[in-house]
């Protein structure tokens, strides 16, 4: 190694030796400057949190002596509301139950069932004799529609026999009377065997012509007869008609019983009157239960209030809050 070479790395030596010695006096400096700051720090810090608890015992201190003046406290208090007993409405068997004691309810939530099958046997036997009035009214209001028919059908037609056997009556009078005469004229003049004859002839004529004219007048007879009846035609047509008004009457008997059978089917389902909290529970499944008697108690919680009792004393401060502020 050269002369030159050994004084180059001489020299870097020293000026590594020089830069040690400085960074680790800087580094001197820096903790003692660290040490010396540390006092500081932690008075400081003292210092916040004294003044952070200053503020929360100040505050808590305003919350207490606000509350206290502007509340007053009582430990004799409660929650009042309105009961409402839920009944049954007819006698039955409890089938199912709900709900339970202290359960959250709504208005028209089912809370017990009772034994449906006597009821749903009522409601289908009426149903059936609606139907069956129906129909019976449907056959009398056709049966009066074929009555107004045929009964003045019938007035009609006995009117035109009437009129007919009337005129062949006369016909038959007056060819009886022509057959008179001609006997007559005939007896007067039966000088000879022949106008004996025709004499003899005119009086078989005139028998069979007043046979005919008796056949005639019994047919006359009979067609008035026939009018007589069929003169009752409006009163067969009123007869026929409230026969059929006495069946809609029937039908809206029977729609009435039906409708009071559907009505006892839904008082077998008993729903909550109102929305609140299940309160006493006083029956259960399988139990038989009567009219009126009380089964579950709902506490409504749309009319709930509280009621406080205070000493004279502490109802200056309620009494000096407007009305309506909390």
Partial sequence: MSEHDKSQTIYESEHQGHTELDYQGEGSRSSAATIADRPRFRLNHKIMVVASLVIIVAM??????????LYARTDDAHIDGHITPVSARINGQVQ?????EGQLVHAGDVLAVMDQSECSIAVNLAMANVAYAQNTAASLYFTAAITVTTAYGGLNSAQAAA??????????????????????????????????????TIEAVLEADQQVLMQTQEKLGQ??????????????????KAKAQAADSQIMESQSQLEQAQLRLSYTIIRSPVTGV????????????SV??????VVSLDDVWITANFKEAQLWPLEARPAGRD
């Fill in 96 to 100: 199912q139950v709900n709900v339970i």
């Fill in 60 to 69: 808590s201190a305003a919350f207490f002596v606000r509350d206290s003046v």
């Fill in 163 to 200: 009129k007919s056997a009337e005129i062949e009556v006369a016909a038959a009078q007056h060819k009886v009377k022509m057959d008179e005469a001609v006997l007559k004229v005939a007896q007067v003049d039966a000088t000879s065997i022949e106008a004996v004859l025709d004499a003899a």
């Fill in 278 to 289: 299940v309160g006493k529970r006083r029956v259960e499944a399988g139990q038989n239960v």
């Fill in 223 to 240: 067609a008035i007869t026939n009018l007589k009846v069929a003169q009752t035609a409006s009163q067969q047509v009123s007869i026929a």
């Fill in 292 to 297: 009126g008697q009380e089964l579950i108690d």
